[in-house]
């Protein structure tokens, strides 16, 4: 078979112009994780004709993660995600350059991989990690592309020096790596979350375990490859210059099975800021302790209208 990198990217041709399709050659993506989302992503790029990758991450194949990723199967259970990602990369394109690293590097080490970028794409689950690559790109003029998918829901965008940060869409407090750590994994910041059973479709009694930080995301196959294919075209667009990237605050919405161009919820936006405000210090965090009555009650209320609908 001829792996001349024209004929296997030949129906390429018939959308990109040559100019274009050697952008996409050329264009080297960082891929920060190797999430479901970020092992997707990657694939549709090789595929799509890139042929410069820095890929990093550090886990393993779970049993769980055979409902979504692409590079899951019986005999890679246990096996690096990295490696296996780089081997079918390589399986589609051998002419492939991959830097890879089985490891998330330093904080201050970050700014050096995103320096030697065009596109990031952070797709780490560890969402506190994810915000200091986005920081980083942002600071050195890099874009950055947005996958976050949750049960049937997910937001794609494209962030730039010159559109809001996602700190500021996501109304996130603009902490460090330890705070946002501290942060994230509190019960009080898991609250403002409920958009998960309202708009993502999750189970009730799943998101309750989640608040309590027994359960993790979850997530469905068809809404993490489509987000993913979302924001593959978004690195397509950018490297070829052919189209206009959707950049923040637009995005891809993916809701209730449905595709839509919208943008980021100023609710979930204000709702987090004012809710980090009143309760981001110790005296509110103590306070917000009370409101836990609330939220069960609500979570019941939202059980009795799931259950009552089934």
């Given amino acids: ?72 199967f019986e005999e890679t259970i246990g096996k690096s995600k990295i490696k296996q990602i780089a081997e079918s990369i390589l399986a589609i394109n051998p002419a492939v350059h991959i830097e890879t690293f089985d490891h998330f590097v330093q904080e201050d080490k970050i700014d050096d991989l995103v320096s030697r970028s065009d596109i990031i794409i952070p797709a780490v ?10 920081r ?21 965008s494209t962030f730039d020096k010159n559109t809001p940060s996602i700190e500021d869409v996501f109304g996130i407090p603009k902490l460090s790596y330890k705070g946002l750590r ?18 993502g479709d999750w189970r009730v009694s799943w998101f309750w375990n989640y608040f309590l930080d027994k359960r993790p995301l979850a997530l469905i196959c068809p809404v993490e490859w489509l987000a993913a294919s979302l924001a593959a075209l978004e690195a397509l667009k950018i490297a070829s210059k ?18 839509s161009r919208s943008h980021f919820s100023l609710f979930i936006q204000y709702h987090r800021k004012l809710g980090w405000a009143i309760f981001g210090n110790g005296i509110g965090q103590k306070l917000h302790k009370i409101t836990h009555l609330f939220w069960r009650n609500v979570f019941r209320f939202l059980r009795f209208r799931q259950n009552h609908k089934n």
């Avoid at 129906?11 to 952008?23: A, L």
């Avoid at 689950?125 to 986005?134: A, G």
């Fill in 136 to 156: 980083s790109a942002r600071k050195l003029g890099k874009p950055a592309i947005l996958c976050m998918p949750s049960g049937s829901m997910a937001w794609v």
């Fill in 125 to 134: 689950e560890d969402l506190s990690y994810s915000i200091l690559i986005f």
């Fill in 242 to 259: 052919k189209w206009q990237p959707i950049e923040a605050p637009k995005c891809w919405y993916i809701r209730k099975g449905k595709v």
């Fill in 1 to 72: 078979m001829n792996f001349d990198y024209t004929s296997i990217f030949e129906r390429n041709y018939g959308i990109f112009s040559p100019e274009e399709q050697e952008r996409i050659r050329t264009t080297r993506v960082l891929l920060a994780g190797d999430s479901g989302s970020g092992e997707t992503i990657a694939i549709i790029l090789a595929r799509s004709g890139f042929e410069q990758f820095i890929i990093c991450g550090q886990e393993t194949y779970q049993a769980s993660d055979m409902n979504r990723q692409i590079g899951c």
């Fill in 182 to 199: 501290t942060v994230m994994h509190t019960r009080e910041y898991r609250c403002a979350q409920y958009n998960f059973i309202t708009s």
